[in-house]
């Protein structure tokens, strides 16, 4: 039994994981850099510690800065949560190598399936179908030329150690593939340190599907379905859901068993995620295997009623699985929103701010994972994901009209989010019928006229903001006619109006 | 004093006349209103019988921005006077925008791939913006000719600076 588990992590993901720590009787401690002084995450663990620094390399990614107050809190167990240094091998072998137990898969696996050529390399050799391309690296122009032949246009161009859609291109002719080349290993470098890539024929309009999977120490896999992230905008995911609508039963047997056979050939343990493309036709081919808690985990804890955080704990325990395939039932239908801190009429860019007002939408079916509460400042230096609101709902209609009841009763004041984006999405007709793949926000949302996107199904509201403006500009007015001006109170926390 | 608005809603015109204290015409049609303000951020607009709570989100003279419903409302109210002094200043203040292209964002640029007096096509890449280690192709929003380029290669761009323009 651990006694102590440091929570090596920061915003939503950090109080999540404490809360199921605390649940099971043990300490959760967390980091908090000189950014995250007043974080949520330090409020709802047991024990918080600094780790100074405000940028991420001085803070969060900073591995002997970890190590050396894990042991010296005597914490029995480091979860990463996602991001930062979950799914780097040289830190998982860190503290393999110092006596504590890592939450997650070996430093091993992880390696493995780190660097997209190898898992390509070793998926293509187990039999599990992966996107036609190239298997090895690729570092000079010519070769790269002369193998796109083979493959055909249009073609996506990818970093070998990449993600995030970093050192990624797509290109659809001869005459574009220079200069896509140049910029994908440039940016490749500049992100991993490491320019080689390697090509891909890009599936058109594909569907993202993954598959959640949980394996112990002992040789026991089991899945829990799959997820549909199709809703995505620059290889960011926005909005989530489980099960996927677009699979059939027989579709559906053949991506689990596929993301069996992944996890089994790279000796898999604790909860991975095996992430597929799948085309018009239904072909389900290998696209990545995430080595680590998925920040949409939720929508599976939904539709299966398993802690995942917990089975996590226990499989580091070197417990076995209680959990057998037969007895872990699909029911019902769910689906997240992920609240960022970011401007849709501005390219998505980040938007900063102090939280003045915040509250969270509550009724059945619904659960909020978030990271801030009044007072936090949100900043540039780290991931603008602020909450995860999730439905839950007998089926998809139902999940999706709580949805859309619980975004508009999301209340934030201090900073401007992406909240009525999602609306958009969310009352958005082919996404309510299910039909909708990984370019839906790029040929749907990006292809509108500014501001066309805010006038769908808004019309009453759309009469309250003018009340309202009119209403608080007249009583502006009438006020200052009278007293003086407060020049000093205008605009002293805003910023975000040009 | 005029009591009578002209308000851009997400882009649609809007009029508004505030006859009393709890009388209110838009667009014509009148309602009986109360505004209650719970704290500096959260209001409850009435608007006959129906209740809606309002998140003023950001206020700088006559613009507000709005959380109403889930959705973001940005709005800028003038009054009749204003409306007709911003019109005439915004026809030429067109004129002059057309032309320029602005940075979407701050950013470092990377790589030029015109120069002044080149001929460019709606859609065509003109220079590579990186910004968070990511490259942005930056596109000429119509064809015309580069009329002029106010960045080079290597230097840092604020949002909002003129890139280039195009004639």
């Known amino acids: ?498 | 004093m005029s009591n009578d608005y002209q308000i851009d809603v997400n882009s649609v015109e809007k009029e508004a006349i505030v006859i009393s204290s709890d009388r209110i015409a838009i667009d014509g049609k009148e309602y009986f209103y109360e505004l209650i303000e719970n704290n500096k951020y959260h209001y409850s607009l009435r608007l006959n019988d129906r209740v809606y709570e309002v998140i003023k989100v950001d206020e700088n003279k006559n613009k507000i921005v709005i959380l109403l419903n889930g959705y973001y409302f940005f709005c800028n109210v003038e009054t009749r006077l204003e409306n007709k002094a911003s019109r005439i200043v915004s026809v030429s203040e067109k004129a002059k925008h057309r032309s320029e292209v602005h940075s979407p964002m701050p950013g470092m640029v990377l790589k030029i791939k015109k120069k002044p007096g080149d001929s460019v096509d709606h859609g065509e890449s003109v220079l590579i913006l990186e910004a968070m280690k990511m490259e942005n192709d930056i596109k000429s929003p119509f064809s015309g000719f580069i009329k002029d380029i106010n960045v080079s290669e290597g230097n840092p761009v604020e949002k909002g600076a003129i890139l280039f323009r195009i004639e």
Not at chain 1, 71 to 82: L, N, Q, S
Not at chain 1, 289 to 303: F, G, S
Request: hydrophobic share 40%.
């Open chain 1, 1 to 498: 039994m651990f006694k102590k588990v440091l929570i090596f992590n920061r915003g939503e993901i950090a109080v999540r994981i404490a809360k199921t720590v605390n649940e099971l009787g043990m300490i959760s401690a967390v980091l908090y850099s000189d950014a995250d002084r007043s974080a949520l995450h330090t409020r709802y663990s047991d024990e918080s510690y600094s780790i100074g620094g405000y940028y991420p390399a001085e803070s969060y990614l900073d591995v002997d800065k970890v190590i050396s107050t894990a042991k010296r809190i005597k914490a029995d167990a480091i979860h990463p949560g996602y991001g930062f240094l979950s799914e780097n091998a040289e830190f998982i072998k860190a503290v393999e190598d110092s006596g504590i137990a890592f939450i997650g898969p070996s430093s091993k696996t992880v390696r493995v399936m780190g660097k997209k050529t190898d898992a390509r390399r070793l998926m293509h050799s187990k039999g599990v179908p992966i996107v036609p391309g190239t298997i090895d690296p690729i570092s000079s122009l010519e070769e790269a030329k002369r193998l796109v032949l083979g493959i055909g246009f249009p073609v996506l161009i990818k970093a070998s150690a990449g993600g995030g859609g970093k050192g990624m291109k797509k290109v659809t002719k001869m005459e574009e593939f220079d200069d896509a080349f140049e910029s994908a290993k440039r940016e490749a470098l500049k992100a991993f340190k490491d320019d080689s890539v390697f090509i891909e024929k890009l599936i058109e309009d594909p569907r993202h599907i993954e598959v959640q999977i949980l394996a112990d120490k002992h040789g026991n896999y089991v899945h829990l379905f799959e997820r549909e992230c199709s809703m995505q905008r620059r290889h960011q995911k926005v909005i989530e859901e489980a099960p996927s609508s677009c699979l059939d039963d027989a579709t559906r047997k053949k991506i689990t068993e596929y993301a069996l056979l992944a996890a089994k050939a790279c000796g898999y343990y604790n909860a991975g995620t095996v992430e597929c493309l799948v085309d018009k036709n239904n072909n389900i081919y290998f696209l990545e295997m995430n080595t680590r808690l998925q920040v949409e985990h939720p929508v599976t804890e939904l539709i299966t009623g398993i802690d995942l955080v917990r089975e996590q704990i226990f499989i580091a325990m070197d417990r076995k699985l209680e959990l057998t395939q037969d007895n872990i039932k699909l029911r019902g239908h769910a689906i997240e929103c992920r609240i960022y801190a970011e401007d849709p009429d501005n390219n998505f860019l980040p938007t900063t701010g102090k939280v003045m007002l915040h509250r969270l939408p509550s009724g059945p079916g619904l659960r909020v994972d978030r990271g801030i509460d009044f007072g936090s400042e949100v900043g540039i230096y780290y991931d603008p994901l602020l909450t995860k609101l999730c439905a839950y709902g007998k089926d998809r209609t139902s999940a999706i009209e709580r949805m859309n009841i619980a975004l508009s009763n999301y209340l934030i004041a201090g900073l401007y989010t992406n909240i009525s984006f999602l609306k958009w999405i969310i009352n958005n007709e082919k996404f309510k019928k299910g039909d909708y793949h990984i370019n839906f926000i790029e040929k749907e949302f990006q292809s509108l006229p500014p501001n066309e996107w805010k006038k769908h199904g808004t019309k009453e509201a759309e009469l309250f903001a003018t009340a309202f403006a009119a209403i608080f500009r007249n009583n502006k007015r009438t006020q200052s006619a009278v007293l003086p001006v407060n020049h000093s109170e205008k605009n002293n926390w805003g910023g975000n109006l040009e």
